[in-house]
Nanobody, 122 residues
């Protein structure tokens, strides 16, 4: 079993930055790929970014490329979000994958955090 806890969300003005953290505990997850997803009210949960266990490979949704950076160190994963836009407003979730491969599908992630709210005002 893996427990994931997100933190770092909040209210920020458009153009600002936030850094989300995801702390993992429980069964070792060092070989799993990790991902960030988000869900806005009335919308499906969507992929944001993912990173392999080694940190050597990353993937991003087109909507966040060049603005967001995913990283991981030991039992934590981070999402640095710059140049935030109102459309980035959502609950952000971290997830641990079923394998070492990165994926943009929710189906490929087994463990999920409770989410942290990010609100970007215009």
């Amino acid at each position: 079993q893996v427990q994931l806890v997100e933190s770092g969300g909040g209210l920020v003005q458009a153009g600002g930055s936030l850094r989300l953290s995801c702390a993992a505990s429980g069964r070792t997850f060092s070989t799993y790929a990790m991902g960030w997803f988000r869900q806005a009210p009335g919308k499906e949960r969507e992929f944001v970014a993912a990173i392999t266990w080694s940190g050597g490979n990353t993937a991003y949704a087109d909507s966040v490329k060049g603005r967001f950076t995913v990283s991981r160190e030991n039992a934590k994963m981070y999402l640095q979000m710059n140049s935030l836009k109102p459309e980035d407003t959502a609950v952000y979730y971290c997830a641990a994958g079923r394998t070492f491969r990165i994926s943009d599908s929710t189906e490929d992630y087994r463990y999920w955090g409770q989410g942290t709210q990010v609100t970007v005002s215009s």
